[in-house]
């Protein structure tokens, strides 16, 4: 489960990720994924959600795919994040 801003709360149920309204709990949107292993990934301040499905980085907002990440800049994105990168 991740939390973005506006009240955005993102979780995931085998190939469903769910976006919901953190106050009130209800559900903004999903998306399906096409493989079995979808993963949230991080939340983006524009309440869009970076997610991996499968092999692949997408971007998810309102439901749809706005945009497929190059995989190659993923690992500079994960060392960014990562709490102890050593």
Known sequence: ?????HH????A???TIIAFDTS???ERWRWK?????VTPY???????????DGEHYKIIRDGKVQSQLDDNCM????????????
């Open 1 to 5: 489960m991740l939390r973005g801003e």
């Open 8 to 11: 955005f709360g993102f979780t």
């Open 13 to 15: 149920r085998g190939r």
């Open 24 to 26: 009130s709990a209800h």
């Open 33 to 37: 994924a096409r493989n079995s292993d």
């Open 42 to 52: 991080m939340a983006l301040a524009d309440d869009s959600l970076v997610v991996r």
């Open 75 to 86: 690992p500079f994105v994960e060392k960014c994040f990562d709490p102890d990168p050593f």
